[in-house]
């Protein structure tokens, strides 16, 4: 479709709304384009090192890709996809809202269903989940006694901060009856599960009970000892190994950052659970390794997995691609994605898993899919599919 009257209109209702400052966020949909699985563009207003830049998220069936652009650059990119690529558009801004329909050639405008135009800095929106005077973050080393964190606890914040910001966009679409069982898995200190629970029942008021369950007995004592410290009677910790524990009735299963086929012991407890949405954030991947090592020498790969680096690269993307695959074969929607900056973490992968009742269990397609990657890279059993024989 040409560019038209009623995009150009549009374009200029936008340059003026980043002018007078009143964006609000614009998204582009109904995608007629060539990129497969891309659906929509969801576009806002952030400052990145102190330069305002406009945040494009790309939409795709499995994942989201997060570009920015300087004003004038996202412009001619808008002005690029929008009538042509993307049928649809809607424009907020707090004078006016305005949608453009591409096929109907149409643009209307709305009472703005914003009053206030969001908080730019994309630093400030990092730390805005979690309250800092939160007792269980000075317990655990994070702040200082006036609820200011501390010099060498930034990044862990972030992280800390990031991963309830993700969380809380999932967390979204899962039922809440009676209330949310939660349990991470390889809680460690305990940092996230505090972080969950305290956002859970102080930030969305929701009933929950939250356990994590950790093998080292002193993180265990420690952590329940600043629950019970800090009111928190919702939240247990228990001693013991994720393979052992009897997750029936979980709601909400995580497990992030624990060792390799742990977290195969973890999502295999939340499919058998039925758990509604399972998060992992894998941390490294041996068992694919040493599998991928047998066979290396004689596939093709071999010019790319004979160096260590792109060895390890590849088993941790082989490894969490079958996972994902796995958890869609037993009836979950994944997505893949990056949940924080590697300058804070290079654990930084996360797999989202959602429970979606319509969903074909069993596809023997994904089945399929499933064979054939192992049989390309040299796989004779992915852990978790071992695992799974087990729980279901
Ligand atoms: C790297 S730490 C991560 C802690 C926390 N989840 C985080 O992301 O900050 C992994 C933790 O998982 C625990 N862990 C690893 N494998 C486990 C298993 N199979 N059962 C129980 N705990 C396990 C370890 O003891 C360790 O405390």
Not at 75 to 98: P, R
């Amino acid at each position: 479709m040409a560019k038209t009257a009623k995009t150009s209109e549009f374009l200029i209702f936008l340059h003026e709304a980043l002018l007078d400052g009143s964006l609000v966020k614009l998204s582009l949909g109904h995608y007629t384009g060539k990129e497969e699985g891309l659906k929509q563009i969801h576009i806002r207003r952030i400052t990145v090192k102190r330069q305002e830049v406009l945040s494009f998220t790309y939409r795709y069936k499995t994942r989201d890709i997060v570009k920015n652009f300087p004003f004038a650059e996202a412009e001619e990119k808008i002005e690029a996809l929008l009538g042509k690529d993307f049928l649809t558009a809607s424009l907020f801004t707090t004078a006016f809202d305005l949608s453009y329909e591409g096929q109907k050639n149409t643009l209307k405008k709305t009472p703005p269903s914003h009053k206030e135009v969001p908080a730019a800095s994309h630093d400030h929106a990092k730390v805005r989940q979690l309250d800092t005077k939160g007792n269980w973050l000075h317990a655990l080393g994070i702040t200082d006694a006036d609820g200011h964190v501390k010099k060498d606890a930034q990044d862990k914040f972030r992280q800390i901060d990031k991963y309830i910001e993700t969380l809380a966009a999932q967390l979204k679409d899962i039922a809440v009856k009676d209330g949310l069982r939660v349990v991470d898995m390889g809680a460690g200190k305990g940092y996230l599960t505090f972080a969950l629970y305290d956002y859970l029942t102080t930030k969305l008021n929701i009933k929950a009970k939250v356990t994590g369950v950790e093998y080292r007995q002193d993180m265990v004592d420690l952590c329940n000892k600043i629950a019970r410290d800090v009111g928190f009677t919702g939240l247990g910790f228990v001693q013991g190994a994720i393979d052992d524990y009897d997750s029936t009735g979980v709601n909400v299963l995580i497990a992030l950052h624990a060792c390799d086929t742990a977290t195969d012991d973890a999502i295999a407890k939340g499919i058998g659970a039925g758990a509604d949405l399972i998060v992992v954030a894998p941390c490294c991947h041996k068992q694919m390794r040493r599998e991928m090592e047998a066979r290396k020498a004689a596939g093709p790969l071999d010019v790319v997995l004979r160096h260590g680096i792109f060895m390890e690269r590849q088993a941790e993307m082989v490894t969490d691609g079958l996972r994902a695959l796995l958890l869609e074969y037993q009836g979950y929607s994944t997505k893949v994605f990056e949940f924080i900056s590697d300058a804070h973490t290079p654990k930084n992968v996360m797999i989202v898993a959602v429970r979606n009742p319509k969903a074909k269990r069993h596809d023997p397609a994904i089945l399929q899919k499933i064979e054939e990657t192992k049989d390309f890279f040299g796989i004779r059993q992915h852990q978790l599919e071992k695992n799974l024989e087990r729980v279901l």
